[in-house]
Each structure stands twice: as C-alpha cells, then as structure tokens.
T-cell receptor, first 116, second 113 residues
Framework: DVKVTQSSRYLVKRTGEKVFLECVQDMDHENMFWYRQDPGLGLRLIYF???????EKGDIPEGYSVSREKKERFSLILESASTNQTSMYLC???????????????FGPGTRLTVL | AQSVAQPEDQVNVAEGNPLTVKCTYS??????LFWYVQYPNRGLQFLLK??????LVKGSYGFEAEFNKSQTSFHLKKPSALVSDSALYFCAVRGYGNNRLAFGKGNQVVVIP
C-alpha cells in the first residue's frame, strides 16, 4: 500500500514564526501536492511538485513556499505564520505524468495547524 | 477551468436507508472523476473513480457512483447506509491533460441510528 506520512498531526505556532510541514511518501511517486482544507471551501491546492527541485504554484500560493530536495520528501514552508493560515494541511502524491494518469492521489493524515 | 459542485452541505439519512451524495462537474474534454471520504481528523481515503467504460462504478465499502455525461453528474450512492458511513465526502474532477484535481466543498453525511 502507498503510504504518505506527515511529520505532525497537530501543531501550534505563534504569529510571525517560520513553520515547516514535512511530507514523505514511500512509493517513488514523481508528483507531490500540498492542499489546505477549510470548512465550506473544500481542498485548495497550494503548490505541487512534479520532480525533484521542480514546483508549480497552485491556486493559493501566497504566504507559502515549498522545497523538494529528494523525491520522497516535500516540505511546505510558512515564512511568517499568520492567524489566517490556521487550517488543516494535507499532502498527497501520485505516480506518472499527472496530466495523463488514471491513478488516484494518495493522501497523508493531515496536519492541523493553529497559529496564535 | 474545471470545477465541482456539491450542492448540499449536509445529508441526513436513517440507518438502513439508501444514501445519495450529489456531485456535478464542469471540465473541458473527458473527465476523470473521483470520490474520497474523510473521517474526523484524518486524511482523505479513496473510494472510487471513473476513467472510462461502464458508467456505473463500484468502489470500497459498498459504495457506487454513476457517471452521467449529459447531466455532467457523478452521484455517489449506497443502497443501505451504516452509522459508520457518517463522514465528509468529497467529489473531485480532473480533465484529461490537466495536471491538477478540482475538489468540491464536501458533503457531511450523518447516518442516524
């Protein structure tokens, strides 16, 4: 089975702190994604990566950056956390060329981040 | 652009009754359609998908969904709901050639014992 893990289930940070959210997948997937989930808004794509050191902005990249130095690991960085970044963050991965793939995205358990 | 509409915020159903969660989509070209389920404080779990072929797709936990191209719908169904089916359900679509999924807002399903 595909396994996507996230470094923390719950995280509490203060406004202005730099925050790192880590995601690791063990199935050698080329593509990895970061979403945030908010009630009534569903899942919104922040960034995704289709290869090591390659990234593409999603729908809501402002206030976030990402890093992918190794194929299995994709990090989401909040340079200066703000209260409006309090949310559930979900990581996902998928194999192959995403635009043609019939595979499904596999999700991690999520990190619930609270910014005070 | 691609998008998904899940018109109902919450669906209440009595245990043992049929469950339907509605989804309509908008996409250019052929759609790839997915249903995911999320239990409290958990990530999304894949239920089923439509790629091509038979319009009726069967998935995990007794769920099925019917692809209707003319109505651009992909409703999720279960003949007899269980209390354990209470969760948040997401419909998602990706058009062929597009490299990202579009998710609906989600439907909270509450199965009443």
């Amino acid at each position: 089975d595909v396994k996507v893990t996230q470094s923390s289930r719950y995280l509490v940070k203060r406004t202005g702190e730099k925050v790192f959210l880590e995601c690791v997948q063990d199935m050698d997937h080329e593509n990895m994604f970061w979403y945030r989930q908010d009630p009534g808004l569903g899942l919104r794509l922040i960034y995704f990566s289709y290869d090591v050191k390659m990234k593409e902005k999603g729908d809501i990249p402002e206030g976030y950056s990402v890093s992918r130095e190794k194929k299995e690991r994709f990090s989401l960085i909040l340079e200066s956390a703000s209260t409006n970044q309090t949310s559930m963050y979900l990581c996902a991965s998928i194999s192959g060329l995403v635009a043609e793939s019939t595979d499904t995205q596999y999700f991690g358990p999520g990190t619930r981040l609270t910014v005070l | 652009a691609q998008s998904v509409a899940q018109p109902e915020d919450q669906v209440n159903v009595a245990e043992g009754n049929p469950l339907t969660v509605k989804c309509t989509y908008s996409v250019s070209g052929n759609p790839y359609l997915f249903w995911y389920v999320q239990y409290p404080n958990r990530g999304l779990q894949f239920l089923l998908k439509y790629i091509t072929g038979d319009n009726l797709v069967k998935g995990s936990y007794g769920f099925e969904a019917e692809f209707n191209k003319s109505q651009t719908s992909f409703h999720l169904k279960k003949p007899s709901a269980l209390v354990s089916d209470s969760a948040l359900y997401f419909c998602a679509v990706r058009g062929y050639g597009n490299n990202r999924l579009a998710f609906g807002k989600g439907n909270q399903v509450v199965v009443i014992p």
